[in-house]
């Protein structure tokens, strides 16, 4: 079982990592599934719109809810997030080289979302790298039970356990 995840600061940093992340791997040939996030300022807005790539090909689902500029709360909109999760689902067969899921969110820590995707991908053998927060990180640790690797959020983390992965395979 192989389970890793990133945790950054920056805003956007995990997500751009990623993203990155992914392209290179499909660049080099490699099978994913799962989603990337990408997040736009929208103009006069102190929000952005988050969408979200579902892997290998498309497509992009913006998964924000627009609740106005005095919004404070979770603006997840949970029906684009369970269309992105059936997606990716339909991707999981036959086994990706690696499920990459943006983020354990929210809706993960109530075991929702990518939560069951991400126990059915462990299960089947498939490697899972995703982005974890502050404000999830107990909640991921209990889920993970110990067995997620954190890695350094930087193109060389990745790419240094994904080959160590590919390693271990042959």
């Known amino acids: 079982m192989a389970l890793a995840f990133v945790k950054t600061t920056e805003r956007g940093l995990t997500d751009r990592l990623l993203w990155e992340f992914a392209d290179h791997l ?3 040939g490699f099978n994913l599934a ?3 996030q990408t997040n736009a300022d929208r103009p006069g807005s102190h929000h952005c719109d988050m969408d979200v790539r579902v892997l290998p090909g498309g497509p992009v689902i913006r998964i924000n809810q627009v609740l106005g ?23 999981l067969d036959p086994a990706p080289d690696l499920l990459i899921i943006n983020k354990f969110g929210k809706h993960e820590t109530e075991g929702r979302g990518f939560r069951p995707l ?3 991908a462990l299960a089947r053998d498939i490697p899972v790298l995703l982005g974890v927060n ?13 067995y997620a690797e954190e890695l350094a959020a930087d193109a ?3 790419a240094g356990w994904f080959d160590r992965l590919r390693q271990q395979a042959a």
């Not at 500029?69 to 991707?91: D, H, I, K, Q």
């Open 156 to 158: 060389n983390g990745l």
């Open 34 to 36: 799962g989603v990337v």
């Open 134 to 146: 502050g404000l999830n990180s107990q909640a991921f640790e209990e889920f993970a039970g110990g």
């Open 69 to 91: 500029e005095e919004s404070r709360g979770c603006r997840l909109n949970p029906a684009a997030l369970e269309e992105a999760v059936a997606l990716v689902e339909t991707a």
């Open 118 to 120: 991400i126990g059915e």
């Open 26 to 28: 499909q660049a080099d």
